[in-house]
């Protein structure tokens, strides 16, 4: 092979392996962001073991196709700093409440953690709801 015919091979080789220009799903930039608010329960509320309590809260998405997406509501019991356990499966995000029986975890900084992602969309997203901290009481005898 003559040697310019070499080099503009491997130009072209060069070209067709580069990555791709950011107009790829990951690389686009999100004009708008993922946020959630709880509506329910509401700050410094008082919740018993036991009770049954309605999770409420108001979501702001990207802007994706919401059909391959989903929320996860977590709980923490010390403020955000770590999960304590799932409260739900994978759901439809567009499904924004749940009923929830309250575990018997006593705790002044219990959190919930709201978060959305997007099947090769959007990536899996916090939403800590650190200014919604309620109570879980005493288990009452």
């Known amino acids: 092979m003559k040697p310019q015919k070499f080099i503009l ?5 060069t ?5 791709q220009s950011p107009k790829t799903t990951f690389a686009q930039a999100y004009q708008k962001k993922y946020s959630a608010r709880l509506i329910s329960p509401k700050a410094g509320e008082v919740l018993s073991p036991g009770q049954v309590v309605r999770i ?3 979501a702001d998405f990207p802007n994706v196709d919401l059909t391959m997406c989903e929320t996860e509501v977590l709980l923490s019991l010390d403020g955000g700093k770590t999960i304590y ?11 924004q409440y749940f009923d929830w029986t ?3 975890t006593p705790t002044n900084m219990a959190v919930l953690d ?9 990536p899996e ?3 800590l709801q650190l200014r919604s901290a ?4 005493p288990a009452s005898n």
């Open 9 to 13: 091979a491997l130009l072209a080789l």
């Open 15 to 19: 070209f067709a392996l580069a990555p």
């Open 56 to 58: 409420e809260w108001t």
């Open 85 to 95: 356990m799932l409260l739900t499966e994978q759901r439809n995000p567009k499904v």
């Open 102 to 104: 309250v575990p018997n």
């Open 114 to 122: 709201i978060r959305f992602g997007c099947l090769n969309l959007y």
């Open 125 to 127: 997203t916090r939403s």
């Open 134 to 137: 309620f109570v879980i009481g």
